[in-house]
């Protein structure tokens, strides 16, 4: 779903985490469209600062930023590493059909149907998020059927045609470091974004799950294009 939408007003809102791949995204979708908004959300993560690198990115891309407080996930989440400081993170995933303890439930169900109800105040059609089935880590909210369903959805439910573009969704993490490369965002995307699941900003903690997918995928990417050359 990351066609471009033919609507003259040709804006878009992203959802913007402050990680490596909300951030990527709203560089895409800057040189996609010709006027770009982001939204970020303080749901009670453990990582406040996540919401000012967000804000900080922002800025410096030149785009509106809103910052939207839904604590309230923080409550209905259980057993959730993120939001509850007092549980150990899962290294990997757990066997089984079981969850890591990295998920929050209805995460990306809650910030995108609050970031189109937001968007539509904009007269705002075009919703970028950045998230992969590739790389989803075991995360249901993440898949491209989610995704399309939740755009029917949204479209029902407020009589509009939105459209969620989802400019990673079959890219691994290699692959998304090619498209920082290629939109000249890779410094940015490797020294000032947070995506560690500790709170260590630029390239992190090193051994959290999310460090450890962000590595490799660089260090692989890195390794091709050495080769190219």
Excluded at 21 to 37: N, R
């Amino acid at each position: 779903m990351a066609e471009i939408s033919t609507k003259p007003n040709n804006k878009a809102l992203v959802v913007l985490s402050g990680g490596q791949d909300s951030t990527t995204c709203l560089f895409w979708a800057k040189k996609e469209f010709k006027e770009v908004y982001a939204i970020s959300f303080n749901y009670g993560q453990k990582h406040q600062k996540e919401t000012s690198i967000a804000q900080s990115i922002a800025e410096k891309a030149g785009v509106s930023f809103k910052l939207m407080d839904i604590y309230f996930i923080s409550q209905l989440a259980t057993n959730c590493s993120l939001t509850d400081s007092n549980i150990k993170m899962d290294q990997e995933k757990p066997d089984g059909s079981t969850f890591p303890n990295t998920f929050v439930p209805g995460r990306n169900l809650f910030f995108l149907s609050i970031a189109a109800v937001y968007a539509r105040s904009l007269g705002i059609r075009d919703i970028v998020t950045g998230v992969s089935q590739t790389d989803f880590s075991g995360y249901p909210d993440c898949r491209d059927s989610f995704i399309k369903s939740l755009n029917v959805s949204l479209n029902l439910a407020m009589d509009e045609q939105f459209v969620l573009h989802t400019p990673l969704m079959w890219k691994d993490k290699a692959e998304t470091w090619e498209m920082a490369d290629k939109l000249g965002v890779f410094d940015i995307v490797r020294n000032e974004t947070l995506t560690c699941y500790n709170g260590v900003i630029g390239d992190g903690c090193g051994h959290c799950p999310s460090c450890t997918l962000r590595r490799k995928g660089l260090e692989l990417y890195l390794e091709h294009k050495n080769q190219k050359h």
